[in-house]
C-alpha cells in the first residue's frame, strides 16, 4: 500500500432525484452502501449528518464528464453539490470522474437478478460504491489521491 492514506471515505453519486452515498473502512478495503439521500432541501444537511456519523478524512463526489470528455449540465450540477458540501462540512472534497460508474452499476444489479424498477433507489448507492472503489484503488496503485481537489470560491 504505497502512501494510501489511512481513514473512512464518503463517496457521494449526484443524480437529478436522488444521491447516492457510500463509505469505506479506514483501511480502504471496502466500499460498501450507506443509504440514498433524495434530492432538495435536505440533501446537504442529511449528508452533514452521515458525516458526523462517519467522520470521514474526505468525500469523493462523481463527476459526470461525457464518455468523450466534455462537461455536461449533470458535470455542472455535482461540482454545485460538491461545493455545497464542502463548505457545510469543512472537509476536502475531491471531483472523480465517474463516467461508467452509473452503467456499472446498474450491470451489477442486473446480474444480481434485480430489475431496473426495483433497483432505482439503490443504483445510486452503488454507483457511489463503484466510483469510491475506483478512487481507492487508484490512491492504493499510485499513492496520489483520485480526482482534483474542489475548490470552493472565495465568498465576494
Given amino acids: ?10 463517496g457521494i453519486d449526484v443524480g437529478k432525484a436522488r444521491v447516492g452515498v457510500a463509505r469505506c473502512d479506514p483501511d480502504g478495503m471496502l466500499a460498501v452502501p450507506v443509504e440514498t439521500v433524495p434530492r432538495g432541501r435536505s440533501t446537504i444537511p442529511r449528508i452533514v449528518e452521515l ?18 470528455g466534455s462537461e455536461t449540465a449533470s458535470t ?3 461540482r454545485e453539490v ?19 460508474s452509473t452503467v456499472s ?6 446480474d444480481s437478478g434485480r430489475t431496473q424498477r426495483n433497483s ?23 499513492g496520489n489521491p483520485a480526482g482534483a481537489l474542489h475548490n470552493p470560491p472565495e465568498p465576494v
Avoid at 478524512?57 to 464518455?67: A, C, K, R, T, Y
Avoid at 460538491?82 to 461508467?100: F, K, M, S, Y
Fill in 1 to 10: 500500500m504505497t502512501g494510501f492514506r489511512r481513514g473512512v471515505r464518503l
Fill in 51 to 68: 458525516v458526523a456519523d462517519y467522520e470521514p478524512l474526505e468525500i469523493l463526489v462523481g463527476l459526470p464528464i461525457s464518455l468523450s
Fill in 76 to 78: 455542472s450540477d455535482a
Fill in 82 to 100: 460538491a461545493g455545497q458540501i464542502a463548505q457545510a462540512t469543512g472537509l476536502p472534497v475531491r471531483l472523480v470522474d465517474e463516467r461508467l
Fill in 105 to 110: 452499476a446498474h450491470a451489477a444489479l442486473r
Fill in 120 to 142: 432505482r433507489k439503490l443504483v445510486d448507492q452503488v454507483a457511489a460504491v463503484v466510483l469510491l472503489q475506483q478512487a481507492i484503488d487508484v490512491e492504493k496503485s499510485t
